[in-house]
């Protein structure tokens, strides 16, 4: 585990050097490169969702790919299209914005639901299809799309299916005083993204990605982990709760999260730590809990305080 948390600890500095006075929101975004997962970053324009994911992008020293969605962008303007060579008499493949290690979606939700259902293999099968021919993406692979929450105008919600494939959503919030009166002084005759350096490697990252998954879990922490998911499936004010894919999902960030604290066991404080982002985006409000204002962070909340936390020794006995 030394490794990964020399990993984690190298590039959570080096973001911080960027994103200031949000180090929760930097430990969520190491949570999300060690799960092998993909973020939304949902928050009001300039406090530095964008920042925070080309910071991201440059600190692993990945293959970087920007895509600002527009209502008139096609999906192969995400994937890539097939171009006809007059001199080879063959059509050539010519690769989109999606084939880089990381991916940033801009605005996502202004895209069609047609262009946005262009991500939807990518996000879980690590593929494109083009022209009825699969090509792989290459590895780590992680798209990090932002939203404002706050402008509907020539905007299209994400479906369900789409959101499913989140593995968190991420609010950053505006700056403390004294964080923002640094952000002043950094930026004062050049921004600090133009001189981050890479203090890591893409094939770094894949490791911390495969060392994480021995981190331990106990039969209690699993159980744990299930009967919250379960509970949002039975609950009054949800129309639709989490799908087994919230299960994974807790449990592999559980295990991200262990690791960025410098432990090898899943606490069921994790679990309750992480349960927000991870499962309020994929819930689905019933009718009666929008007129009431309810929110999906609110039913998670409301969960989490009737759970029962599990008893029992939580390490891996030996």
Do not use: C, W
Not at 6 to 13: I, K, N, Y
Not at 100 to 115: F, H, S
């Amino acid at each position: 585990m030394g490794q990964v948390q020399d990993f984690v600890q190298r590039v959570s500095s080096n973001i911080e050097k960027v994103i200031v006075g949000k180090r929760q929101v930097v430990q969520a975004a190491m949570m999300g490169l060690l799960s092998n997962g993909h973020l939304l970053i949902e928050d009001v324009p300039g406090v530095g969702k964008t920042m925070l994911a080309r910071s991201i992008a440059r600190s692993i020293g990945g293959s970087f790919g920007r895509i600002q969605f527009t209502p008139d962008m096609l999906p192969s303007d995400v994937t890539g299209v097939s171009i006809f060579n007059q001199a080879t008499r063959e059509f050539e493949f010519q690769p989109g914005p999606i084939m880089a290690q990381i991916v940033l979606t801009d605005e996502i939700n202004r895209a069609t639901p047609k262009t946005q259902a262009a991500l939807l293999q990518a996000m879980e099968e690590r593929q494109i299809t083009v022209d009825g021919v699969t090509y792989d993406l290459p590895a780590p692979f992680m798209v990090m799309a932002t939203q404002n929450p706050v402008e509907y105008e020539g905007t299209f919600a994400l479906p369900e299916a789409q959101l499913d494939r989140f593995l968190m959503r991420v609010k950053l919030g505006y700056p403390a005083v004294n964080d923002e009166m640094e952000i002043l002084d950094r930026q004062q005759f050049r921004h600090p993204l133009v001189d981050l350096e890479p203090v890591a490697t893409p094939e770094e990252l894949l490791e911390a990605q495969k060392a994480i998954k021995d981190i331990y879990v106990s039969p209690a922490v699993k159980e744990y982990i299930v009967r919250l998911v379960q509970r949002t499936r039975d609950h009054p004010d949800l129309y639709l709760g989490a799908s087994p894919r919230g299960s994974l999902t807790l449990y592999r960030v559980g295990q991200a999260r262990a690791a960025v604290f410098e432990r090898d066991y899943v606490l069921p404080d994790d679990i309750k730590a992480i349960a927000t982002r991870v499962l309020a985006h994929r819930l689905l409000l019933s009718p009666s809990a929008r007129l009431r204002n309810v929110a999906p962070e609110d039913v998670v909340a409301e969960i989490l305080e009737n759970m029962p936390i599990p008893e029992g020794d939580v390490r891996e006995t030996r």
